[in-house]
T-cell receptor, first 119, second 114 residues
Framework: DGGITQSPKYLFRKEGQNVTLSCEQN?????MYWYRQDPGQGLRLIYY???????QKGDIAEGYSVSREKKESFPLTVTSAQKNPTAFYLC??????????????????FGPGTRLTVT | GQNIDQPTEMTATEGAIVQINCTYQ??????LFWYQQHAGEAPTFLSY??LDGLEEKGRFSSFLSRSKGYSYLLLKELQMKDSASYLC???????????????WGLGTSLAVNP
């Protein structure tokens, strides 16, 4: 079955430690995204990548880093510089293909998420 | 600027119909999405509108009026499992050439009561 996997589902870290969240997809999608979701804040874009070996900062990239060495994988590192790292992290992907015109949606497919708690 | 508004919470009764509204402001509108998100889970895609009018998919329908910057998601024959958060998201073509970057609303938490 095609889909997106994130692991682990729950992650606990001590303050000051870097932690890497994994995201893998077998949908053959070119574009991948990382969001964080906090209560009352909605989804906020951290980083996105349109193609292998390329990525762009989203709205809240400070304290995070990513890599895109393979089409299937887009890991996110939460560094010690991130002031409020405790959150629900969601990875998503979407097709890069042109589709069939204006009605093409290129909707984003989400992984199950990783709930990170830093104490 | 870019802005999306939707009600924070709604309550409805099992078997009824509910309409969740979404208004948006963007100068480069290029499509509107509705997602469903159950507590603690990932959002799942429900519908997409880029042209004015109604798109129907089973019990769920979504409407768009681009001139009014307005959309709604209509849920019919409500079931308990429809209790979830419903997220409205708009794609803005001005976003640095990346046609797939979305602006997300905060979501509407729908509670379906027996």
């Amino acid at each position: 079955d095609g889909g997106i996997t994130q692991s682990p589902k729950y992650l606990f870290r001590k303050e000051g430690q870097n932690v890497t969240l994994s995201c893998e997809q077998n949908l053959n999608h070119d574009a991948m995204y990382w969001y964080r979701q906090d209560p009352g804040q909605g989804l906020r874009l951290i980083y996105y990548s349109q193609i292998v070996n390329d990525f762009q900062k989203g709205d809240i990239a400070e304290g995070y880093s990513v890599s895109r060495e393979k089409k299937e994988s887009f890991p996110l590192t939460v560094t010690s510089a991130q002031k409020n790292p405790t959150a629900f992290y969601l990875c998503a992907s979407s097709s890069q293909s042109l589709g069939t015109g204006p009605k093409s949606s290129y909707e984003q497919y989400f992984g199950p998420g990783t709930r990170l708690t830093v104490t | 600027g870019q802005n999306i508004d939707q009600p924070t919470e709604m309550t409805a009764t099992e078997g009824a119909i509910v309409q969740i509204n979404c208004t948006y402001q963007t100068s480069g509108f290029n499509g509107l999405f509705w997602y469903q998100q159950h507590a603690g889970e990932a959002p799942t895609f429900l519908s997409y509108n880029v042209l004015d009018g109604l798109e129907e998919k089973g019990r769920f329908s979504s409407f768009l009026s681009r001139s009014k910057g307005y959309s709604y998601l209509l849920l019919k024959e409500l079931q308990m499992k429809d209790s979830a958060s419903y997220l409205c998201a708009v794609r803005d073509r001005r976003n640095a050439g990346n046609n797939r970057k979305l602006i997300w609303g905060l979501g509407t938490s729908l509670a379906v009561n027996p």
